[in-house]
């Protein structure tokens, strides 16, 4: 009995103590502790299966974090582990309050939580905070009767004609954005799937409760959250429709639309700084799904006084899809002059990974480590996507009786879904990549006798091996962590290369973009850097230890990193 009660006081400390690592706001030199952090997003499905059911877990998730502690790992971000139907795989939330029983329980996510604190690792989650499962208990009271007190939580509207939607929005799965409930006859509003209602956040009792949601979170010990899908949070209060882009069809055969009227909505930033004042009580911090289409609406996350989300991640660099250094250097500089923190993303679980977008079939590994030599030593923070430090690619569907995305099946087969960047995590060379001895809820990359943690541990030249003495470099090399970004040899079309300065030291960064060995003279007084040569660091291919800046030879699809000297 003794025990028990010795366990429960445990319980309760881990659930309602914020820890003493999560009290420290800043690091030695006065920054927030995420501007030098690397986080890695783990999918949880997908990562480690302790209970040998096919499905990734906590436990499993636990078993691995001297793994992601050996790597360089400051702070995982877990997609949604709270109980759900599964029709979005997760980012449909029945329950917030809670963990699926996929998962485990609550208690493996204090386990979790316990056993990260020792290793420095934090625990940020994923918020889904525009819009939940059917299946929430919210949902269910709201759609009863147009009368129920949760009825305003949703976004629920009369038809505009007979039989017809309120207006022209679409899914961004296909169809209408509209879904028709006959117990009330109304249509309540999805941007995602129709089991996906948008809450309504005009209403204050909704950001109440969300914003509670959150409080619990942190008390039980998480770090933060990312935000799903932010731009959506808010639509038109008029529900005007979108202008109509020609007479184009998407993949599911929709119009294309302007999406003027249902994105980007003035009031989320009212939302976004009252949530981000929740967070900073917390010394916790908010990374946003911030998909924009130019600078001057990713600068408006940060907020005019920095005060709403401490990280919104620049997808347009993660959408430059070919190695091209004028595209990348015009990105970086737009981002790094926009007055916030950058943060630097090239892949998740929406994104097709490195190896298949930038690869040409022939120089994929030089390739993974080139684009992980740029992301990694930009100013900013990066945000790691699980796999990628093993050159994991992707694994689509060969038929549609396979597809387990409802986005694939919608859209097979133009659009085959996003299980492919979704397989499970590659850790050695036993059945199903040791991912679990039982068939995995997707199927394991074929590559994965040559492409799993226990191999590349063992080879120098890997990929994983180049992250790691990567992430080391990040971590302790004061002109990567704290140094300005100054733009070297921009006219180059074929390699991308640039200087990170502090107090005089430099750090030299040389990304050849060809298929052919370039030389390049880096020009380095020109930009106000001086230097009498420069030491080799960490390079892709073999070079000597000190190189002269004026003429460096870089292999193809090599990456050199350098300091002056």
Excluded at 504 to 513: A, E, T
């Amino acid at each position: 009995m003794r025990n028990q009660k010795l366990g429960l006081v445990f319980l309760l400390f881990v659930a309602f103590a914020i820890p003493a690592w999560a009290q420290t706001a800043v690091d030695g030199e006065g920054h927030p502790w995420w501007q030098h952090a690397v986080f890695y997003e783990i999918y949880p499905r997908s990562f480690a299966d302790s209970n040998h059911d096919g499905i990734g877990d906590l436990p499993g998730i636990t078993s691995k974090l001297d793994y992601l502690s050996w790597l360089g790992v400051d702070a995982i971000w877990i997609a949604p582990m709270f109980p759900s139907p599964h029709v979005d795989w997760g980012y449909d939330i029945s329950d917030y309050y809670s963990v699926d029983p996929d998962y485990g329980t609550l208690r493996d996510m204090d386990e979790l939580l316990a056993q990260s604190k020792p290793r420095n690792i934090r625990v940020l989650l994923d918020f889904v905070m525009t819009y939940t499962s059917d299946q929430n208990k919210w949902f269910q009271e709201s759609k009863s009767s147009r009368a129920n007190p949760k009825r305003d939580w949703y976004i629920w509207r009369d038809a505009r004609d007979p039989q017809q939607p309120p207006n022209n929005w679409t899914s961004l799965f296909g169809g209408s954005a509209w879904k028709y409930d006959s117990t009330t006859s109304q249509w309540f509003y999805h941007y995602f799937y129709p089991p996906q209602p948008n809450l309504n956040w005009r209403n204050p009792e909704v950001e109440k409760n969300m914003f509670d949601v959150t409080r619990w979170w942190y008390k039980r010990g998480v770090a933060g959250f990312r935000l799903d899908a932010v731009d959506v949070m808010f639509v038109d209060s008029q529900f005007r429709d979108n202008p109509v882009v020609g007479t184009e069809r998407n993949a599911f055969g929709d119009p294309v639309e302007r999406e003027i009227n249902d994105k980007n909505q003035p009031e989320l930033h009212g939302v976004l700084q009252r949530l981000r004042k929740v967070a900073d009580e917390h010394n916790a911090v908010l990374i946003g799904e911030t998909w924009t289409s130019d600078i001057e609406q990713l600068k408006k996350y940060y907020g005019e006084h920095n005060d709403e989300v401490n990280m919104p991640m620049d997808f347009m660099f993660a959408t430059i899809n070919k190695l091209s250094p004028a595209d990348f250097r015009k990105q970086i500089e737009w981002v790094d002059n926009s007055g916030g923190w950058p943060v630097y993303v090239v892949s998740n679980h929406d994104i097709r990974r490195v190896y298949d977008r930038y690869g040409d079939g022939k120089h994929d590994d030089q390739i993974a480590k080139l684009m992980a030599s740029l992301y990694l030593t930009l100013r900013g923070t990066a945000v790691m996507y699980y796999g990628e430090e093993i050159g994991m690619e992707n694994n689509d569907p060969k038929r549609p009786e396979d597809v387990k995305d409802s986005m694939g099946k919608l859209g097979w087969p133009k659009e085959k879904g996003r299980d492919g960047e979704r397989t499970p995590m590659q850790w050695n060379t036993q059945a199903n990549a040791g991912f679990s001895p039982t068939t995995p809820w997707l199927p394991v990359d074929d590559r994965y006798k040559n492409y799993n943690v226990e191999t590349e541990k063992s080879d120098p030249n890997s990929i994983l091996n180049y992250y790691r003495q990567l992430l080391s470099m990040r971590h302790t090399n004061q002109a990567l962590l704290e140094g300005k970004y100054i733009a070297l040899n921009e006219d180059d079309p074929s390699v991308l290369s640039y200087a990170r300065s502090y107090k005089g030291q430099s750090v030299l960064v040389v990304l050849n973009m060809s298929g052919v060995t370039r030389k390049v003279n880096l020009n380095l007084e020109s930009k106000g850097v001086h230097a009498k040569g420069a030491k080799t660091l960490l390079s892709s291919f073999t070079t000597p230890g000190r190189v002269d800046p004026s003429e460096i030879s870089v292999e193809p699809f090599g990456a050199w990193i350098g300091e002056t000297e």
